[in-house]
């Protein structure tokens, strides 16, 4: 369903779980970074009905996971600390075709934090079936069930302002595109991405 073309280096998980407490603040700043996107999504265009009630309740669902993760981090004693940089997401941004009309433009960034979400849940995946902590493990498996909604909400988002054949085809390039980001990128257990 995710249409990831590459999955994830198996040992990443392995790394993640000996780096817990720095994979749980770079999640934290991901949950805040994914609700602050739908927000300037709804403040760029707030003439999009549909764009509007989707994303309304996604932004409650993100700013809620960043509670949670928060949670998780104070019963284990993990200050929040400084947003890291996110190089994954940045490569992602500068896929992103310029120039186009209003609705070219917003279905390139739908289709964007598509992938984000997409590559997300596959990770909350690997985290809910291979770590130890117990806690952590049903945790993730709750966020995975949420992110793949919210990669369906997008797809389906663009599809309301573009044709679907040209949404399919250009998620597509993204997603192979997205593959080479993957490939190029260290694997580093104490980023989620």
């Known amino acids: 369903m995710l249409g990831l073309k590459l999955p994830t280096d198996p040992r990443w998980v392995n790394l993640a779980e000996k780096s817990i407490a720095e994979i749980l603040i770079d999640h934290a700043y991901c949950e805040q970074k994914a609700a602050s996107s739908c927000i300037s999504l709804i403040v760029k265009y707030p003439d ?12 409650a669902e993100e700013w809620g996971h960043f509670e949670r993760v928060l949670e998780k981090m104070k019963e284990r004693k993990i200050p929040l600390g400084h947003q890291r940089k996110d190089e994954y997401v940045e490569k992602l941004q500068n896929l992103r075709k310029k120039g186009g009309s209003s609705e070219e433009q917003l279905v390139e960034q739908l289709l964007i934090n ?13 985290l809910s079936e291979q770590i130890a902590d117990e806690d952590l493990k049903k945790f993730y498996y709750e966020l995975m069930v949420s992110e793949a909604g919210h990669y369906v909400n997008f797809v389906e988002l ?21 593959a080479e980001i993957i490939k190029s990128l260290e694997i580093r257990g104490d980023r989620m991405h």
Request: glycine share 0%; charged share 35%.
């Open 114 to 126: 598509a992938i984000i979400e997409a590559r997300s849940c596959e990770r909350f995946k690997l």
């Open 158 to 178: 663009a599809k309301e302002y573009m044709p679907e054949t040209y949404v399919k085809a250009r998620l597509q390039e993204l997603l192979a595109q997205e």
């Open 48 to 59: 999009r009905e549909k764009l509007v009630e989707v994303l309304t309740p996604v932004v």
